[in-house]
């Protein structure tokens, strides 16, 4: 059964990640990815709270809260993985900017390619990365698709519109059914981690990686909200491509399958609400500054 299970999670992986990234190429144009990335203060912002900030504070709080080793190491490779691939998805849950969401997301996978077979084994004992494995899946499953969703909508961009809408509801299934069945697996996984209290060190790394990427998102309100959901949602393929390679003991790809559950819950159920709040607060502000 858990076999069963096993193999629909990695088909649902499969088909929320191509059918994502394809919808994505379908709606944008290179020049309105390249736009935001044109702003200076905004790509090094983005770059330094993703690799500087987040795994850095992770590894100060794992130096004050006591952990077992490969609950610490898997933690540590969440913390340096960066680009997470549902990142236009999530945009588009928290009413982001779409464009900016697909070109970080590009920005922050290459960098993660470089960047985790670096400073992974300085930060954890006796792993070893090789960055092709890392690119290879990302480059298969996220960059191709993206590819030819832009070459459609370039070449044949009357049929894009119409393609779009069934692709989103395919993308919807599969992270649904994927959400699902992750939580079936690894309740057991759950409940361990609520007991030990680690889940509390999970939520509190979301909840800094979130904050930390929406304050320094700026100049705009949907580009806070990217910053912020792409920093708290980590690239959760890499850092199980490194778990599950690198490392024997099962604790270290638990801890990454349930702050990557974590992650994903957090933002579809506080992401919409969000939005409203901080709606509600710009009209509030809007409606003092008139009267």
Known sequence: MNEILAVTDKLALFTFIVFTMLGAGLGLTIQQIWEPLRNPRLVILSLLTNFVLVPLFVYLLLQ???LSEPLRDGLLIMAVASGPPALPKLAHIVKGNIAFSVGLMMLLMLGTIFYMPIVLPLVVQGVQINSWEIAEPLLLMMVSPFLIGLFIKAKFAAIAPTLQPILFKL????LLLGLVIRLVIHTNDIIGLLKTGTIFVCAVFILFSFSIGYLLGGPGIDTQRVLGVGTAQ???AAALLVGTS?????SVVSIIMVTSILMMVIVLTAGPKFTVIEEGKVLEVEQTQLS
């Open 246 to 250: 690198n490392f024997d003991d099962p």
């Open 171 to 174: 993308s919807n299934a599969g």
């Open 234 to 236: 980590r690239n959760f």
């Open 64 to 66: 004050v809260v006591h």
